[in-house]
């Protein structure tokens, strides 16, 4: 390889020169010293997909998790954080006011407007979304805001009832988009200790209550040396039977347990199998007429 094309190779992964490489705009070197795949006490997004197109992946995810996160913050009142609940208000704003023909006192015209918006992409430390390195091919972490909005899970239905409803693949690399609201240290103590606040309010616990049918799916990636049944009874230990019971085949709920390297990431979804187990390239494929 030629002098400027290993430099080019270089300032690809590096982020590129002084404005960094446009494929890298949300993908950053994670900060977090522990090097783990999921950061401890992390919630977000695990996105599988194409070997050696996660960097690529993650932004497509990210341009999307921002349209359909800010839409249901909308939805629920302006939940969505600061940088939502601004960005909607400014732009309003600035309509407003170039409909009424006037700069009312401490509003703010469009080129501010943008100028803020510029520099907060910048700042990436008041980026809402950004993707962890995770250190395994074909798959991305999405770090999702702490606080209140909407959670990974809720972004992550809408996101896949789009792609049901419209048939369409918005994305070119990205296959499976599972939600994580906890995480820890991959070990069998953490998960043990990390497993009641997975499941609180999932399940009821009195033996009147209605049950719910449950499964718990397990799944590793370069992290093998874990007993499959003593990750599941980790969890299934923290859920009352009865009145819930296991139903592989169909569950109303399922604890998703997705071991990656050093790290355990864990969340309680609704229609995964409805769903594809939640791969948004099978959901918009379009079925063939017999």
Same mark, same amino acid.
């Given at each position: 390889? *030629? #002098?400027? /094309?290993?430099?080019?190779?270089? %300032?690809?992964?590096? +982020?590129? $020169?002084? &404005?960094?490489?446009?494929? !890298?705009?949300?993908?950053?070197?994670?900060?977090?010293?522990?090097?783990?795949?999921?950061?401890?006490?992390?919630?977000?997004?695990?996105?599988?997909?194409?070997?050696?197109?996660?960097?690529?992946?993650?932004?497509?995810?990210?341009?999307?998790?921002?349209?359909?996160?800010?839409?249901?913050?909308?939805?629920?009142?302006?939940?969505?954080?600061?940088?939502?609940?601004?960005?909607? *208000? #400014?732009? /309003?704003?600035?309509?407003?006011? %170039?409909?009424?023909? +006037?700069? $009312?006192? &401490?509003?703010?015209?469009? !080129?501010?407007?943008?100028?803020?918006?510029?520099?907060?992409?910048?700042?990436?430390?008041?980026?809402?979304?950004?993707?962890?390195?995770?250190?395994?091919?074909?798959?991305?972490?999405?770090?999702?805001?702490?606080?209140?909005?909407?959670?990974?899970?809720?972004?992550?239905?809408?996101?896949?009832?789009?792609?049901?409803?419209?048939?369409?693949?918005?994305?070119?690399?990205?296959?499976?988009?599972?939600?994580?609201?906890?995480?820890?240290?991959?070990?069998?103590?953490?998960?043990?200790?990390?497993?009641?606040?997975?499941?609180?309010?999932?399940?009821?616990?009195?033996?009147?209550?209605?049950?719910?049918?449950?499964?718990?799916?397990?799944?590793?990636?370069?992290?093998?040396?874990?007993?499959?049944?003593?990750?599941?009874?980790?969890?299934?230990?923290?859920?009352?039977?009865?009145?819930?019971?296991?139903?592989?085949?169909?569950?109303?709920?399922?604890?998703?347990?997705?071991?990656?390297?050093?790290?355990?990431?864990?969340?309680?979804?609704?229609?995964?199998?409805?769903?594809?187990?939640?791969?948004?390239?099978?959901?918009?494929?379009?079925?063939?007429?017999?």
């Amino acid at each position: 390889m *030629s #002098g400027a /094309g290993k430099e080019r190779k270089r %300032g690809k992964d590096e +982020g590129g $020169g002084k &404005g960094g490489n446009k494929k !890298a705009k949300y993908f950053n070197k994670s900060s977090d010293k522990s090097n783990a795949a999921i950061p401890a006490g992390a919630q977000g997004i695990l996105l599988t997909c194409d070997t050696t197109w996660e960097e690529r992946a993650a932004n497509e995810l990210i341009t999307i998790i921002e349209e359909h996160y800010d839409h249901l913050a909308a939805s629920q009142g302006g939940s969505g954080g600061e940088e939502a609940a601004a960005g909607s *208000s #400014g732009q /309003g704003g600035a309509e407003g006011n %170039g409909a009424a023909g +006037g700069t $009312g006192g &401490g509003s703010k015209d469009i !080129a501010a407007l943008l100028a803020e918006e510029v520099a907060g992409l910048k700042d990436r430390s008041k980026r809402r979304f950004s993707a962890h390195q995770m250190g395994i091919k074909g798959c991305a972490f999405i770090t999702f805001p702490q606080g209140p909005g909407p959670s990974p899970q809720d972004v992550v239905l809408s996101i896949l009832r789009e792609a049901q409803r419209t048939k369409t693949l918005r994305t070119r690399h990205c296959n499976r988009l599972l939600p994580i609201t906890h995480s820890c240290y991959a070990s069998l103590e953490s998960m043990a200790s990390m497993a009641p606040s997975v499941v609180e309010g999932h399940f009821p616990a009195d033996e009147a209550a209605a049950g719910v049918p449950f499964a718990v799916d397990y799944e590793h990636r370069s992290a093998e040396g874990f007993d499959r049944l003593a990750v599941i009874n980790c969890f299934v230990d923290h859920i009352k039977v009865p009145p819930n019971k296991v139903n592989l085949k169909e569950p109303a709920k399922t604890v998703l347990v997705q071991m990656v390297r050093n790290a355990c990431g864990a969340a309680v979804v609704t229609h995964y199998r409805e769903l594809a187990k939640y791969n948004i390239r099978k959901l918009s494929e379009v079925e063939e007429e017999l």
